[in-house]
């Protein structure tokens, strides 16, 4: 029996998330060890993995034609961009930058942290209390809040990123921060938080009733 509640969906839930925890905790580590230990180098990146959007000016798209078969390329690109510079000479940009990389990081690991609470209080049968409800809007508000964090951050300007010369080249770049998932998962979570906020009350009257 308990061999079968060890292989229970609940349980791998929890493995899963431990084991995210455990991972994502390492990689901050490595990654945090990383930037202090660059900071007082000549060439260390300044800004790390920001998402853009690079289109060019000129056409919407390339359009050109193969056999029976008119094909459109859009003339943008989606990806993220790194700035190598001396950390020393831009300390403020340095600081912005990482901090913004770091708190995602961070909020995404205080979630991992709370779903690996929430299923093993799952594994072992204790679905309906208050510390799940509470689980679930602490995952909730946490990724939700973060996402309107960066949504409110791209309506400022950004260190270091405001004058690149990609106009100069015939391209526009948009710079933006993208957390969409978060946003999503935190409402689903907040909507649990709820639905199991209201199977408590139920499974507490059934408890008085019997």
Same mark, same amino acid.
């Given at each position: 029996m308990k061999l079968k509640n060890y292989l229970s969906l609940s349980y791998l839930v929890?493995?899963?998330?431990v084991v995210s925890f455990i991972v994502m905790t390492g990689i901050i580590g490595y990654l945090m060890f990383q930037n202090i230990m660059g900071y007082s180098e000549k060439s260390h990146a300044i800004v790390y993995s920001h998402p853009i959007i690079l289109s060019s000016d000129q056409d919407v798209f390339t359009t050109f034609n193969q056999d029976d078969l008119t094909i459109q390329l859009y003339n943008s690109n989606r990806g993220s961009m790194m700035i190598f510079g001396k950390p020393k000479d831009h300390?403020?940009?340095y600081l912005y930058h990482n901090f913004v990389y770091f708190f995602e990081k961070f909020? &995404? %690991?205080?979630a991992l942290f709370w779903g690996s609470l929430l299923f093993r209080n799952f594994a072992h049968?204790?679905?309906f209390n208050a510390i799940n409800i509470r689980f679930f809007f602490l995952i909730g508000w946490t990724l939700f809040l973060t996402s309107i964090f960066y949504e409110v951050l791209n309506l400022f300007p950004?260190? &270091? %990123?405001?004058?690149?010369?990609f106009r100069e080249k015939g391209f526009s770049f948009y710079k933006r921060y993208t957390t969409d998932y978060f946003m999503t998962i935190g409402?689903?979570?907040?909507?649990?938080?709820?639905?199991?906020?209201?199977a408590t009350r139920i499974h507490e009257e059934q408890k008085?009733?019997?």
């Open positions: 929890y493995f899963l998330f300390v403020s940009a909020s &995404l %690991l205080c049968n204790n679905y950004k260190p &270091l %990123l405001t004058d690149l010369p409402l689903i979570s907040i909507v649990f938080g709820y639905v199991f906020k209201e008085l009733t019997v």
